[in-house]
């Protein structure tokens, strides 16, 4: 399908920080691409003559046109046991509530959780994920059913080698021409995975061709349990197996030394920021205004549901922001149009797609959202960058479009049948905490 | 009217913490008041016998039915200045960019921002707030028109007490007989307001009987200027000059000792607990998980959407206990049924309206909020109170009732023209920054 996206207020992305950021303009989609982004009615006229009546027209007035947001890190499919266990121990948590459930998920109730998380993130404006979890077919199943681009991570664990390996063949296998799926190597983490089993996530990696990712120094028990065991600290360990060297998507990254984020920005590692989780389990704040000093990329991911609890890149976004101001008491840090591109461009480099995704420009790839800024809320319009990061929500999201299909209209979403998405999750929870 | 609101999920907010928490019910609303909240068929027989045709009924399936939400501290008419200036330090942010504007703010740009502050509030289930500003009949005025219970705090300090003077006096011969506003009396500040004035602002509140509001310990600034002035520290001066024994509803506390704490719960001075201002301005971290093992009594405030940048309570009530679980390192504190009880229960408290509003009970003022629950993001349904807190968004209340009256219904505001309110603020605050 072709579209042509009129008379909205277009955020790009692509631009230096000195420049202006936005401007009135329209947007063209071939088929899966961008074909033009343009303040200029004669490339309106000549998309309009290319194409005739094959091509729908989206009306943008009173909207912000801008790149469909990259969360990179999540487990979607615990978005079923959003609140089953809140405000508890991290262990407790653990032990006595999260584990307990999963240990009873299979392929069909990851499958169920992963299309309501999928849903969630479609109508807040999410167009890509990066998602690490047991059976991510199942993931990417759910993931090319509702529409939404996903970067999936089997995951190497000690304890469960084997199903990893059938994991990833199984994505590799099914979804090797896909669209929409494509597969990171997931390392659990150092705590969890041995350096043997690394090593073995690595070459796979390369024979892949694609990055690893892995939780790295999230709590301070992982620090201690690290460096008990290996003598040296979580960053220091990743040099010495030598993972470091591969591309890498680390998230959480709480406890890191001045040194630490040196390595990471010599070694081109790419850091996923996950405020909420990290507040709400109290793991910790991460240390990203230096990050950011240091040249570190470092992007935005919610983590999952159940500790957070959603999938919400927009509120995430602000508490990015919010939270870096007063850890460092220095309200000038992580400034909206920073943590705007973390959410898009910084999170398309940290899975290896700069240029094609998080951007609007010519020949990127077609994931663009509509932002409805009509709404008391957002008023009066004076700074739409500071509006994007300090006062939206995902329902302000209208439209959204991945790789060139509408698959959010007017707030719909058109890929899956919301209720049937929903009773379907409220059915497998229910079942799941009755056993 | 009367008003029946059938088939909801009741939280009454007005039972102990080891009860249920919420049930399926109903809830009869006479005039102002409410009638009954019940699980008993009989009891909304009785009441369609009782009114016959005369009665409203909506029907609650999906949604839950609970206290509108009381936001203890902020400025309404600054939601004017949304968006204005951000990520920049705090004296050039008052210096450089709200100051200037403010200057050029009178009765009418005041009203302008007021109304579109009351619209958003009022769309997201905020059905009662404390202000602080000048021209505090303004916002009384505008709070009427959009249907609002308002807490008008008219402001004493130095460099404008003839203007307080005229102000308090202007609320108190226009609104006396109001059933929606009532009146504080403002302190500004401890640095701004001077020993002879503060007393002059208690003698009021003693004359007025009601209580005081005031800006306290916001800052390490404020700190150590009231320390090099008064050689007393904010909350020893507060005692010093005896404010502390009026009744007070203290905003911010951010540098508060534990001594500070004993004072403020041996005084029964409420607390206005503001996360997301106090994080975007760098200004700190409340103890508030101290506060409220110290039985402070702990409420909510959004400050102005200049710093924050909404007036939004569910983005406060989620910041608020994340904020509060990493600070302490302990993701036990601030449980989601406490910050609950901060936004409703505990803010009636701060007003002395304990009883009467922030619950639902017979003989209660009908502040009523509806929240839809049937929404992607808040499924599945395993823990009520959890994703109230911490997944529900301002834009999942649907139907608002103020004082009896229905003020949002289906997300609509009755009171107001949303379009010429938003209008208004934004031809406003373009001439403000073009003058």
Not at 31 to 50: L, M, P, T, Y
Not at 151 to 166: G, K, N, T, Y
Not at 242 to 247: H, M, N, Q, T, V
Not at 365 to 382: Q, R
């Amino acid at each position: 399908m072709n579209i042509l996206i009129k008379n909205g207020t277009i955020l790009p992305m692509n631009v230096a920080d000195d420049m202006p950021k936005y401007f009135k303009g329209n947007l063209g989609i071939e088929g899966n691409k961008i074909s033009f982004v343009s303040a200029e009615q004669s490339d309106v006229d000549n998309f309009r003559a290319k194409h005739h009546e094959n091509c729908k027209i989206i009306d943008a007035s009173g909207c912000i046109v801008m790149p469909g947001l990259i969360n990179t890190h999540t487990h979607i499919a615990m978005t079923l046991l959003r609140g089953i266990s809140d405000d508890v121990p991290l262990m407790e948590w653990l032990n006595d509530h999260i584990w307990p459930i999963e240990a009873h998920m299979g392929y069909n109730e990851i499958l169920i959780g992963a299309k309501l998380g999928a849903l969630e993130m479609l109508k807040g404006g999410t167009t890509t994920f990066v998602d690490m979890y047991p059976y991510e077919e199942a993931v990417a199943e759910a993931s090319e059913e509702a529409g939404i681009r996903a970067i999936v991570s089997p995951c190497a664990m000690d304890f469960r080698m084997p199903h990893f390996e059938e994991d990833w063949r199984a994505v590799q296998k099914r979804f090797s021409n896909s669209k929409l799926v494509s597969m990171m190597i997931g390392v659990h983490a150092i705590y969890t995975c041995s350096p043997d089993n690394m090593k073995h996530a690595m070459e796979l990696s390369e024979q892949l061709s694609t990055g690893i990712h892995i939780h790295h120094s999230e709590t301070q028990d992982e620090e201690k349990t690290v460096r008990e065991r290996y003598n040296a600290n979580p960053t220091e360990h990743l040099v010495n197996v030598g993972l470091i060297k591969r591309p890498t998507l680390a998230a959480h990254c709480v406890y890191m030394s001045d040194n630490d984020i040196k390595t990471f920005a010599e070694n081109n590692v790419s850091v996923a920021y996950n405020p909420q989780s990290n507040m709400k389990l109290a793991s910790g704040i991460a240390p990203i205004a230096k990050m950011l000093d240091s040249g570190v990329n470092v992007s935005i991911g919610t983590d999952g549901a159940s500790s957070n609890n959603d999938l919400d890149m927009w509120d995430e976004m602000r508490t990015a922001s919010l939270l870096q101001k007063v850890n460092s008491m220095n309200p000038c840090v992580l400034t909206a149009y920073q943590v705007l591109q973390m959410a898009t461009v910084n999170g398309a480099k940290a899975i290896g797609r700069e240029g094609e995704l998080g951007i609007l420009q010519e020949g990127a790839l077609a994931d663009v959202i509509l932002v409805n800024f009509e709404k008391p809320h957002l008023y009066p319009h004076t700074n739409l960058i500071s509006e994007l990061v300090y006062s939206c929500h995902a329902s302000d999201v209208e439209t959204v479009i991945v790789d060139g299909n509408i698959v959010v209209e007017n707030r719909k979403c058109t890929t899956m049948d919301e209720t049937k998405v929903c009773t379907d999750a409220q059915n497998t929870i229910d079942r799941l905490l009755n056993q």
